[in-house]
């Protein structure tokens, strides 16, 4: 099956983003963003600039929303106002489509009845008899998700990834690589344009058959400082059960409470006035201390399907993990193979990177008084400040000495400079439309994975330096109160 037609699928734009005007001699944006602001053209097409002074009450505050440091750097540099008229924290709701199906979600060796059915129509590795410790009704809360991340895993170009995984790493590309912190014999993944004839439905047995390599999916309590994780499975005897071949593992895989926390508050609040879920978005603008004319709405029925979208996403990271542990097996190197143009062999950003083309976070703000449950679970989860892309997923790994996962990279020295990264923000728009029908019952079929690739809009690019010493994002130094100096200045100034 060839993945796409030689055209292009949906295409995603935003607004130009508010530019420096010309009576403005200061060449740094961070000394003068606060005096401006910035209002949308009639047109829609970009954003007209003016002093404050001279601007209406209802004008976009440009600049960082409030005095705390550590903002993502597009809302550093623009505000929240100007992101959300821009499209990239709202957009028009259409409900969440029922036909959420992968291209070959209705194979006969995939669902010979053609079946309709829910349960038939979420990938085996999913379904409910896979979880533990959850409720029938908290399993259907992630139905959304649910959906998605089994349409992509029932695509025959998410299939071939995997027929590569399977592959005999003996059968391998190998590079042989040494610098300070990883010597050796590398495997890297031969994942073809389209899959040999007879290799699709073999290739979807093996996936299927993680439905038992994969003992269980859970949520962890403890869980902090990630979405997920994949462990391996010890038996009551203290042993571990092996996957597919020799020294390879059968696995469980642990995924963050707030998934959960979130679903079922975003429920509880649609059907009474529970107000857990939007104090989320209310509590990290004041602790930020965002003033009212700062702030910008933020709808709820947008925010959730960026929480159906991490959740898919950390299904797929979660899976592809677990998928190498059952089939790669290590020789004398790494534990994971590389995907050719990557540096890190980290498996399950790989995969998300194949097929979204990109790895999409939530800009997270980390500041006192915020909890780390809140700043790395709530925050991260619920996704209030929309998403962001990079152009390279993996452009600042290093090797770190800690297994398994590791980086090659025969262009670059251990102690030069890192190269910028370039950040880009999502429109809202795209994160919905993996749940549209237009996608899948039309867009899916006609170009394959293209259709769901994350837009990386050139005009709002801002590079990012490896710098800096405090919080997530490392902007606005200044503003630490630590009385040191500014450590570095953002790139886009």
Known sequence: MVDAEPHLPRQFDAPYPPQKPPYIFEKRWSKFSSRLTAKLKSNKTGFDVRLSVFSSSTAYKLGPPSKVPDYSHHIEK???????????????????????????????????????????????????????????HQYSLMTPALLLASAILDDPVTLSYFYALAMPSDSMDTVSHATTGLTADCKVLKIPDVLPDGELWGTSLNVDLMAIYIRDWGFDKKLEGAYGYTAKYKD??????????????????????????????????????????????????????????????????????????????????????????????????????????????????????????????????????????????????????????????????????????????RDRKDDEDWPDDRLYPVPQAWTQWLFSDELWTDHIHRYGLQAVKVPKLQDWEIRSHEGGELGWNRTGEERWNTGQKRKWTQNWD
């Open 236 to 409: 009551s005897n203290g042993k571990y059960p092996k996957g597919s071949k020799p020294n390879t593992f059968s696995t469980y895989i642990r995924l963050h409470p707030s998934f959960m926390d979130i679903l079922e508050y975003f429920e509880a609040g649609q059907k009474s006035d529970d107000d857990r879920y939007s104090r989320i978005f209310e509590d990290l603008q004041t602790m930020a201390g965002i003033p009212s004319t700062h702030r910008a709405p933020i709808s709820h029925a947008s925010a959730i399907y960026r929480t159906y979208f991490v959740l898919a996403q950390t299904l797929l990271h979660e899976f592809a993990h677990a998928f190498s542990v059952a089939y790669f097996e290590p020789e004398n190197g790494p534990c994971d193979p590389w995907v050719a143009g990557n540096r890190a062999n980290e498996q399950g950003f790989a995969f998300e990177n194949f097929v979204f083309g990109g790895v999409v976070a939530a800009p997270r703000l980390s500041i006192i008084p915020m909890s780390a449950a809140f700043a790395d679970g709530l925050q991260s989860v619920a996704a209030p400040l929309g998403f962001q892309t990079s152009r390279q997923w993996d452009i600042w790994w290093y090797n770190d000495y800690i297994p398994p996962f590791s980086v090659m990279d």
């Open 78 to 136: 623009y505000g929240l106002q100007v992101l959300e008229a821009a499209g990239f924290l709202n957009h028009q709701d259409e409900g969440v489509s029922g036909k959420i199906n992968g291209r070959c979600a209705f194979e006969a060796w995939r669902n010979p009845d053609h079946s309709p059915d829910l349960q038939k129509r979420i990938h085996h590795v999913w379904r409910w008899q896979q979880w533990a410790g959850i409720t029938p």
